[in-house]
C-alpha cells in the first residue's frame, strides 16, 4: 500500500523541473501561447495595461476623452467662431451627448473585453482538466496540452485570419464613407448642418478614422478570436476522451468552464447591439423625422441571426458529447436494472420476506435470497434515477443562459420598440 510524504508535492515539482530541463517535450499551462492571430496590437496594449481589463478601459477612457472631447471643443470652437461654418459641433448637446456614449462608453468596454481575450483558450482547456473532464493521467494532460498549444500556433501562423480582421473594418469604411456629409442621407447632420466638426480638419478627420479603425478592428478580432477557441475547444473533445463528472459544483458534470466561456461573449454581442441602437434611433430622437437605413435594418437583423447562433453554434459540440455520454452511462445503469428484474422472473419461489446473507465467495445468487435480490434491485433502479437525473446535456446552467439572452437580446429590443414609438409619433421623411 503506498504512503503519500509530505514532500510528495514538492518532489512532484523538481520531477517536473528534471523531465523540462531534459527536453521531454512536457508542455505546462504557462507555457501556452495566448490565441493572438499575432495581432500586432494586443500585445503592447497588454503590456501597457498589465494584462488587466480595468487598465485597459481606462486608457481608453482618457484617450478618447482627450482626442474626442479636448480637441473636439478646440476645433468646434475654431470653426464655428474664428473661421465660421455650419457644422455639427459638440456645442450642440446631440452630438456632445452622442460622442460621450459612444467613445466614452462604448469604446472602453470593447478594449477592456479585448485584453483578456487571447489567453482564455488556455484557461478553458485548464479547467476542463482542473474538473476531471479531460487528463486523466499526468502523461495525457501533457499531450492534451501539447496539442491545444499546436493548435493555437497554427491560428496564430495563419495569416488569413489576421488579414480578415484587418480587411473586414475597411470594407465597412469604404460602405459607409458614401453617405458622410450628404444631406438627407447622413443621418448625423443635427440642426440642419452641412458638415461634421470632425470632418472639416483634414489631418484631425484622418487621425479620427485611424481612431475609429481601430475600435472595429479591436471587435473584429475578438470575434474571430472565439471561432477560432470554439474550434479548438471541439477539436479537444473530439481527440481526447472526457468524462462527465456527476455532482460537480458547477452544475454541468464538469464541462462549465466551456460555457462559462460561452456566455462570456454577451458582453461583447450586448455593447455590439448598444452601437446598433445608438447609430440607429438616436438621430431619430433628435432631429424628429424617422430616418433608418438600410444599413441599420440589415444590421439589426444580422444581430438577431446572432444572438442565438453564438449561444448554440460554440456549445452544440459539447452538448452533444455530454448527451452522448448520458446515453452511455444511462444504458449501463438500465442493463443492470434489466438484468436484476430477469434474475427475479426467473425465480418461481419469489418471496420478498425471504433474506440469505450471500457471502462473498459464494458462485451464484441464489434462487431464495430473494430479499438481498431485491434489495438490490431497489439500489440499481435507484442508481439509475441518480445518473439520469444527474447527467446534464449542456455546459451552462439556466442563469448563465439567462444572463446572455437579456444582455444580448435588451438592445435589439430597445430599437425595435424605440422604433416604432417613432413611427406612430413623429412626421416621416
Known amino acids: 500500500m503506498e504512503t503519500s510524504s509530505p514532500t510528495g508535492n514538492i518532489n512532484d515539482g523538481a520531477t517536473a523541473r528534471r523531465r523540462k530541463h531534459r527536453g521531454s517535450g512536457t508542455i505546462e499551462s504557462h507555457e501556452l501561447q495566448p490565441l493572438t492571430l499575432n495581432d500586432p496590437v494586443w500585445p503592447a496594449l497588454?503590456?501597457?495595461?498589465?494584462?488587466?481589463?480595468s487598465l485597459a478601459a481606462l486608457y481608453a477612457f482618457i484617450a478618447y476623452a482627450a482626442f474626442e472631447l479636448g480637441i473636439g471643443f478646440l476645433l468646434s470652437w475654431y470653426y464655428t467662431?474664428?473661421?465660421?461654418?455650419?457644422?455639427?459641433?459638440?456645442?450642440?448637446?446631440?452630438?456632445?451627448?452622442l460622442t460621450i456614449v459612444m467613445y466614452l462608453g462604448i469604446v472602453p468596454v470593447f478594449w477592456a473585453l479585448y485584453v483578456p481575450e487571447p489567453p482564455q483558450i488556455v484557461r478553458v482547456v485548464d479547467g476542463l482538466i482542473a474538473t476531471g473532464v479531460l487528463g486523466r493521467g499526468g502523461q495525457e494532460r501533457d499531450h492534451i496540452r501539447r496539442f491545444v498549444g499546436k493548435q493555437i500556433a497554427f491560428c496564430n501562423r495563419f495569416w488569413p485570419l489576421l488579414l480578415t480582421a484587418i480587411v473586414i473594418p475597411v470594407l465597412g469604411a469604404l460602405l459607409e464613407l458614401p453617405t458622410i456629409d450628404k444631406p438627407g442621407v447622413d443621418r448625423y447632420l443635427f440642426n440642419h448642418s452641412t458638415d461634421h466638426w470632425w470632418r472639416v480638419n483634414?489631418?484631425?478627420?484622418?487621425?479620427?478614422?485611424?481612431?475609429?479603425?481601430?475600435?472595429?478592428?479591436?471587435?473584429?478580432?475578438?470575434?474571430?478570436?472565439?471561432i477560432c477557441a470554439i474550434v479548438i475547444i471541439n477539436q479537444t473533445l473530439r481527440r481526447f476522451r472526457p468524462e462527465a463528472q456527476l455532482f460537480y459544483p458547477d452544475s454541468a458534470n464538469g464541462f462549465g468552464p466551456i460555457g462559462t466561456y460561452i456566455v462570456r461573449s454577451a458582453p461583447v454581442l450586448g455593447m455590439f447591439g448598444s452601437l446598433l441602437l445608438l447609430l440607429g434611433i438616436y438621430p431619430g430622437f433628435v432631429q424628429g423625422v424617422v430616418s433608418p437605413g438600410y444599413d441599420i435594418g440589415a444590421l439589426s437583423a444580422v444581430y438577431g441571426v446572432v444572438i442565438p447562433t453564438f449561444l448554440v453554434w460554440p456549445a452544440w459540440r459539447t452538448h452533444t458529447v455530454m448527451r452522448r455520454l448520458k446515453a452511455q452511462s444511462v444504458g449501463a445503469a438500465g442493463r443492470r436494472v434489466r438484468s436484476a428484474l430477469d434474475l427475479a422472473d426467473r425465480d418461481p419461489d419469489f418471496s420478498p420476506t425471504e433474506v440469505v446473507d450471500r457471502r462473498p465467495g459464494d458462485a451464484r445468487l441464489g434462487l431464495r435470497e430473494t430479499g438481498a435480490l431485491t434489495a438490490w434491485t431497489k439500489a440499481l433502479m435507484d442508481r439509475y434515477q441518480i445518473v439520469s437525473?444527474?447527467?446534464?446535456?449542456?455546459?451552462?446552467?439556466?442563469?448563465?443562459?439567462?444572463g446572455y439572452i437579456f444582455t444580448t437580446a435588451l438592445p435589439l429590443v430597445v430599437a425595435t420598440i424605440s422604433a416604432y414609438l417613432q413611427f406612430l409619433s413623429l412626421p416621416r421623411k
Not at 83 to 97: C, G, K, R
Not at 213 to 220: E, G, R
Not at 221 to 226: D, K
Request: charged share 20%; proline share 6%; aromatic share 16%.
Open 389 to 402: 437525473g444527474e447527467h446534464r446535456t449542456w455546459p451552462f446552467r439556466r442563469v448563465e443562459v439567462s
Open 46 to 53: 497588454n503590456r501597457l495595461s498589465k494584462g488587466r481589463s
Open 81 to 97: 467662431r474664428v473661421e465660421p461654418h455650419h457644422i455639427t459641433s459638440l456645442f450642440n448637446f446631440p452630438d456632445l451627448l
Open 202 to 226: 483634414t489631418p484631425y478627420f484622418v487621425a479620427w478614422n485611424v481612431m475609429l479603425y481601430v475600435n472595429y478592428y479591436i471587435l473584429t478580432c475578438l470575434l474571430i478570436q472565439r
